[in-house]
Every structure is written in C-alpha cells, then in structure tokens.
C-alpha cells in the first residue's frame, strides 16, 4: 500500500503565502508525475499543477506566477509554494502521485487525504 499525507494548510490573509507538502510513503518502486488538485465548495476537483519525474511543469491558468510545484525525489515528497493567495483560491488541496509499486508493473493513481486552505481577511 502507498500513503499520501499532506501538510501546510491553514487560514492565511490575502497576498499571504503557505507552502504545501506531500510525503508519499509505503511499497513504491518509483513515482512518475506528482500533482495537486484543489476542490471549492461546491465544484468540481480541478488540477492546479503537476511534475513529472523528469520535464517540465505544468500549471492551470490562473496560479501561474504565483504558485510553484516541486518534488523531491528522494524524500517522496512533493510541494506546492502558493503566493499572492487569493480568496479564490480557497479550496481542499490533495496531492496525487502516480505509483510504480514494483518493478515492470503498472502504475496506480494514489491521493492523499487533502489539507484545507483558507484565504480570508
């Protein structure tokens, strides 16, 4: 089994900054793309960014500049640097890890367990 544990979020005023993290841990042979999700209240689970194990990162349209992603291969960790928080930007983040549990097998899509994120004055 792989766990995914977040931590970092919290209630923070606008154009403040939080740093996520997410330690991936358990039977894993090796990790492939890294991401984080976000849901608001009310919608959908959308992606915000991801990284791969090796290339480029990808971003939705309205964080880049403001939050970055990156990993830490041997940690199993991944992170998300969020600043200029907007109140939009309120919403349960979850990290996503795609899994090679062992050798020439396929990959499993695993989630953690989200961490809240709050901008408010």
């Known amino acids: 089994q792989v766990q995914l544990v977040e931590s970092g979020g919290g209630l923070v005023q606008p154009g403040g900054s939080l740093r996520l993290s997410c330690a991936a841990s358990?039977?894993?042979?090796?990790?492939?793309?890294m991401g984080w999700y976000r849901q608001a209240p009310g919608k959908q689970r959308d992606l915000v960014a991801t990284i791969p194990s090796g290339g480029t990162t990808t971003y939705t349209d309205s964080v880049k500049g403001r939050l970055t992603i990156s990993r830490d291969n041997a940690k199993n960790t991944v992170y998300l640097q969020m600043n200029s928080l907007k109140p939009e930007d309120t919403a349960v983040y979850y990290c996503n890890a795609l899994v090679q549990t062992r050798r020439a097998s396929p990959t499993f899509n695993y989630w953690g367990q989200g961490t809240q994120v709050t901008v408010s004055s």
């Open positions: 358990g039977s894993i042979f090796s990790i492939n793309a």
